[in-house]
């Protein structure tokens, strides 16, 4: 793995790990009827630079992680509008809660498959390996302790 490609990587997981510590803060106030801006913008800024990063990575076929992240950009793209265009009126309200939620949980599976392509045990339990070299290096060893630790969960 070439500098470059490993300081991406590095630089993807951070912007992953943002947007999955923020949206787990923003799910807590949803649920507890708090609404913080600081916390929503940076969910929904880390989360949309995630899935769209996702996409500058070296692939040779289409991956579900694309298929997730393309499900995840559409998402944003009407979750978004929800609440800095229709201010969470009417209708609205329900489309951004949902998209709020679905959101942190699409970002987690993507964030757990690149576990199972290195980790053997993880496939020899009926995972697949995602298709393409996994790089090594920035992000990898917290990647499979995130996986070991949801399946221990």
């Not at 951004?96 to 939620?101: E, L, M, N, P, R």
């Amino acid at each position: 793995m070439g500098t470059g490609l490993g300081a991406f990587t590095l630089f993807h997981v951070a912007l992953s790990l943002v947007g999955i510590f923020t949206g787990l803060v923003l799910l807590f106030a949803l649920f507890s009827a708090k609404y913080s801006n600081g916390w929503t913008a940076t969910f929904l800024v880390a989360t949309t630079a995630t899935s769209v990063t996702g996409f500058l990575f070296p692939f040779r076929k289409f991956l579900p992680s694309h298929a997730v992240g393309i499900v995840s950009l559409l998402v944003l793209a009407v979750t978004i509008p929800a609440l800095y265009v229709f201010h969470l009126a009417g209708p609205w309200r329900r489309t951004y809660v949902i998209g709020a939620v679905c959101r942190p949980l699409s970002q987690r599976f993507c964030f757990n498959r690149p576990a199972f392509h290195e980790d053997s045990r993880a496939q020899g339990a009926g995972a697949y390996a995602i298709g393409a070299p996994v790089p090594r290096g920035a992000g990898g060893g917290h990647v499979g302790f995130h996986c070991t630790w949801d399946s221990r969960g």
